[in-house]
C-alpha cells in the first residue's frame, strides 16, 4: 500500500484508476462496500484501486468546535484498506481553500486531473463542492463530461439505520464495544506505545502495560476484555488481556488513563514491553469503573475481571486486532 498525500494536484499517472471516495473513518462495514466495488473495477480493468480520503476531517475545518474525533490514524486506515485490496490511499488536504472549490472543480482538478480517475465509487448519498452542492447526479453528469464512469452505492443499514462512523462513536463512548464492532466487521482497535506507569499494579500482583495511546477515540470509562498484540514484534505476538479505561478512583486518580493485564504475558515471552508499540482491540465491557474500598477489595475484583476475560476471549472474535 503506498500512501500519497496530494500537496500538489499534478497527474499521478497510475494505470486506469478506479477511485472511492470518502473519509473512510473507521473503515467500516459500509465503507467495505465501496471499496469492494472500487477494487473489483480495478481489477477488471488491470488498474489501480485507490481510496480518496481527507485529512483533516472536513467537518473539523468547516465546524472546529464540533468536529468528531478520528475512530482511527492515517495509517491505521492505511492498514485496514491495504487489507482490502486498496493499492493506494491518496490524503487530499482539507482546507477552507478546498471547501469552496465547486463540484465541478473538484470532479476535473482532483478526480480526472491528479487521480486519472476511469472509475469512481461514491455512496449514494454522496456530496462534494462548495456548500456541499454536487450530489451523485452532478458527479455522474461530471463524469460523462471527463471521461470515467460513476457507481452509487446504497448505504448498507444494520438494524434499520445506516451504518455511519458517527454510530460508532456514539456506541464507543458508552462502552458498548460489541455494537461497534456488528458496525465495523471487526473488533474496535486502539494503539499505542508502552510508558512507564506508577508500579502500582505490579506490587498489587497484577502488572498492567501502560499506553501512550495514538487513537482519538477511546471507549467509555470501565473495564473491557480485549485482545492485545505487540505491533513491534516479527509475527505480532498476541494475548488475551483485560483492559481497563479509566482514572483510577480507588487511588483518587483524575488523569484518565489505558492499562492492559496481559493474561499468560510472563509464561509466554521474554523480555518487558517498555516503549513497544500494542494494539488492543476490545472484545466486549466486563464491568464499569468504580472506586472501591481499598486495594484488597480492588485485587479481588481484578482476579474476577481476568476470569471473565478469559472466558471471553476464548470464543470471542480475534480478527481485526
Request: hydrophobic share 40%; glycine share 12%.
Amino acid at each position: 500500500m503506498e500512501v500519497v498525500r496530494l500537496t500538489s494536484l499534478e497527474p499521478r499517472g497510475w494505470p486506469h484508476p478506479a477511485v472511492t471516495v470518502g473519509n473512510f473513518d473507521g473503515v467500516h462495514r459500509g465503507h467495505q462496500a465501496l471499496v469492494a466495488v472500487a477494487v473489483r473495477d480495478a481489477r477488471e480493468m488491470g488498474g489501480t484501486a485507490v481510496a480518496l480520503t481527507f485529512d483533516p476531517h472536513p467537518s473539523r475545518v468547516l465546524s472546529p468546535d464540533r468536529g468528531p474525533s478520528a475512530l482511527m490514524t492515517v495509517p491505521q486506515k492505511a492498514e485496514v484498506l491495504a487489507e482490502l485490496g486498496v493499492d493506494r490511499l491518496a490524503v487530499l488536504p482539507f482546507t477552507l481553500e478546498l471547501s469552496h472549490e465547486s463540484p465541478e472543480a473538484f470532479a476535473r482538478l482532483v478526480l480526472q486531473q491528479a487521480l486519472g480517475a476511469r472509475v469512481v465509487v461514491v455512496g449514494a448519498g454522496f456530496r462534494f463542492g462548495h456548500r456541499r452542492a454536487g450530489t451523485l447526479p452532478t458527479l455522474e453528469e461530471a463524469g460523462r463530461r471527463l471521461g470515467f464512469r460513476v457507481h452509487g452505492v446504497e448505504p448498507l443499514l444494520h438494524e434499520g439505520a445506516p451504518i455511519s462512523s458517527t454510530r460508532i462513536r456514539e456506541a464507543v463512548a458508552r462502552g458498548d464495544v460489541e455494537a461497534a464492532r456488528a458496525l465495523l466487521g471487526r473488533p474496535f482497535f486502539i494503539d499505542g506505545t508502552v510508558v512507564k506507569g506508577d508500579g502500582r499494579g505490579r506490587r498489587l500482583g497484577f502488572p498492567t502495560a501502560n499506553l501512550d495511546v495514538l487513537n482519538e477515540t477511546l471507549p467509555g470509562r470501565g473495564v473491557y476484555a480485549a485482545w492485545c498484540s505487540l505491533l513491534s514484534a516479527q509475527g505480532r505476538p498476541r494475548w488475551p488481556a483485560v483492559v481497563n479505561v479509566g482514572r483510577r478512583p480507588t487511588f483518587g486518580g483524575t488523569t484518565l488513563t489505558v492499562e492492559a493485564h496481559l493474561l499468560g504475558f510472563a509464561d509466554g515471552y521474554a523480555g518487558d514491553l517498555y516503549g513497544s508499540a500494542l494494539r488492543l482491540g476490545f472484545v466486549q465491557r466486563i464491568r464499569e469503573e468504580q472506586a472501591f474500598a481499598g486495594p484488597d477489595a480492588l485485587v479481588e475484583q481484578i482476579g474476577k475481571d481476568a476470569r471473565w476475560a478469559r472466558e471471553v476471549l476464548e470464543d470471542g472474535p480475534r480478527n481485526g486486532v
